[in-house]
Structure formats: structure tokens, C-alpha cells
């Protein structure tokens, strides 16, 4: 008895395979659960080149973009955009409009981080649009997005970056190309295979189902590991190891000094595995070329070095009861990569196009410097001080001697 219905459930899971192979050749579908967010891409070649719509594609053998976009419309607004982050990325943003079935598609792009500003230079058309109080759903063709100058789309890549961003929830109602929205409360990356997508007519695909076709969606965990990678290093070039160095000069503790320093060293060494990891995992910072990436390795890697030459010069210290070349080169060294770390702290900031928090965290180390540098002349004026003084003062040798009283 059980065995037709085994049998029937078998050939109709074989025949929805089939369905959604033969489907995934001519769209992409990406879909993230967690937020409903959903859209169905695939591109038209067009031979005669003739549109009409907000503009007018003119010329053969056009590159047409169809795609249709779904969003809950408890999120207030939802975005699909090119590339693989907001700056310069040609976004489409779907809320609803004044009339109560009705959604509207903006058209935008950004410089940065900063809010999306209205783009007109566009040419497509939106072909339907509906809100029927559960979700938002619009499709457009569009007949030169394939030229956008900016994150481009490249139709044969088997890899091509998307972004996605959902709202917060706040209602947006607004029938204009330049309504405000709230920052989004969800966004990711996700890369489809557009080589895979190639329509034999020009109709826009359909969201089916909640799963993807010939699309990746970028692991979530990256922007966690972004956020540990600049808590661990901005943490230990503004404030350990500035008050590691400190330690040593004005509380006269070398014990506090190494355990600091050595904390931190391996804390940037963790920190420098996790930038690699999302690096590598990652879509934005993978090629290893910023200034920020490159200073970031040779500092780490110095920081290691300067560990090693700290406790050189500490064995010599106890050895020969005097500083060598190797403790000045210890002492300048371990002050320029402080220094330089904490300019990498800015351009990692600069380099995520978070130029308020740049700001910030470049007042912050100039205030540390300041604080740091004016306790380390202090310091050494009080030590000149306390020489002068003991030169009348017989002390012990033994005391004279002491590592933990003698600054190092």
C-alpha cells in the first residue's frame, strides 16, 4: 500500500527538480529567509535595441536586465543594488506608494555609506507593482543597466556581486523617487551566476519558492568578524599598548608592562587572522591592496618583532645593569608602531566609508598621544630628578640594582 505512494512522491520530487534546473537556466533567485526579502533576475539580449518606458534604449543588441523584486511590507522598504557595497552601487528601492495596492520603485544611488540620493540616469520601465498588505512586489525591465558605469553588471560573470538592504519597519508611504527611509536594519551581499541567466524572451522572472538559484548569499558572520577585527586592534594600538608603555616609565612596573604588552601582541595577532579570514571569506577586501591592509600585516608582524627585542633588551638590562643599542631600538620602535597603528585604526575606518567613526578615532589617538607622550616626559623628568638627589644618597647596591625600581 505504501508503495505507490512512495513511488508518486519520488517522481514528483524528481519532476521539481527537473523543473528547477530548467528554471535556473534562464534566471537567478536569490532569497534570505530571516527577512523575506526575495528577487528573480535574468537578463534579455535585445536585437533592435528599441525601449520605452522612464527612457528610450536606441541601438542592437541591447543587454536587457528583468527582474522581479518582493519585500514584506511590515519592513516599511527593501533594496536590491549592484556590487558589492553601497558606494556607487545603482540600487532599486521598493516601498509603498499613496495608493494602498500600489508600490513604488526608486531609483538611487550612493556616495559612501551616505543616504541613497535619487538617479536619473536611467533608462527603464516598471511593469507592474502591487502591495497587498503582506508584501511589497514590483517588476522592472531595465534597458541600460547593464551599462551603469558604476558597480557594474557584467552578464557573463558566474560570480556577479549584489547587495540587499530591508527596512526597520517605520512606514514609508510616498509615491516620489526621494521619500525618506530609515537606515536599514538587515543587509548582506549575495553573488549570482548571470551567465546562467540568459532569457530567451524578454519577460520578467518570478519569485517561486524560499530558496535560491544560482545564487550564494555571503556568510552573515563577516560583518561580526569585521566588527571583532576593529575592537581588537583599536583596543590595542589607543589604548594597551600606549598603557603598557606607560606603565613601565611613570608606575615603575615591569611586571604590569610585559604582561600588557604581551596580551595585546597576541590580541593583534588574533585580530590580523580575523581581517584575513573575512578577507578571504569576503567579496569587499580581497584583493589586499589598500593601504590599510598592507600598513595592518607590516605593523602586526613589527609588533611580533618588537616583543622579541623587548625581552633581548631585558635579559641584556639584567645582565649588563645598563641599557644597550638594542633597548633604544626597542624603546623608538615600540613608540612608531604605536603611532602607526593607530593611523591604520583611522584608515580602516576610511576604508569601510565610515568617515564619522575615521574622525573619531582619529581625535581619540591624538588625545592618547598627547596623554601619552606628556606622562612619558613627566616621567622622565622626575627619574632626572631622583637621580640628581640620589647622587648625594648612598643606596644599597641591591636597590641601585633592582629592575623593578630602575627604569629599563
Known sequence: MMFP?????????????CQLQLAAGNFVQFYDRPSHLGVALSTFTNSTGNGSGTGSGTGSDQNELLFQLTVPSSAGWGAIGTGDK??????????????????????????GHNTPEAFDGLQYRVLKTSNDGASLTADVQCFNCTKYSGNSIDITSAKQPWIWAIGPGDP??????????EQHSHYGVFFAKMDKARATAASVPSVTGTFNINTTAQPGYINDLVVLHAILLGVAFVIAFPLGAVSLRVFRSFKIHWIVQLCTSVACLIGLCVAIAFSVLGVEWTDFNSAHQIIGIVVVVLTLVQGMLGYRHHMNYKNLKGRTVVSYVHILFGRGIIWFGMLNSVLGFLLADSNGK?????????????????????ARRRGLSK????????LPLTTMLDPDRVWE
Open 5 to 17: 505512494q512512495t513511488t508518486s512522491l519520488t517522481l514528483f520530487t524528481i519532476w521539481t527538480l
Open 86 to 111: 553601497m558606494d556607487g552601487s545603482l540600487m532599486f528601492i521598493l516601498y509603498p506608494s499613496t495608493d494602498s495596492d500600489e508600490a513604488t520603485v526608486s531609483v538611487r544611488t550612493a556616495h
Open 172 to 181: 514609508v508611504r510616498s509615491n516620489s523617487q526621494n521619500a525618506d527611509i
Open 358 to 378: 575615521a574622525a573619531g578615532a582619529g581625535a581619540v589617538s591624538i588625545i592618547v598621544i598627547l596623554l601619552m607622550e606628556g606622562a612619558l616626559f613627566w
Open 387 to 394: 637621580s640628581k638627589s640620589s647622587s648625594t644618597t648612598i
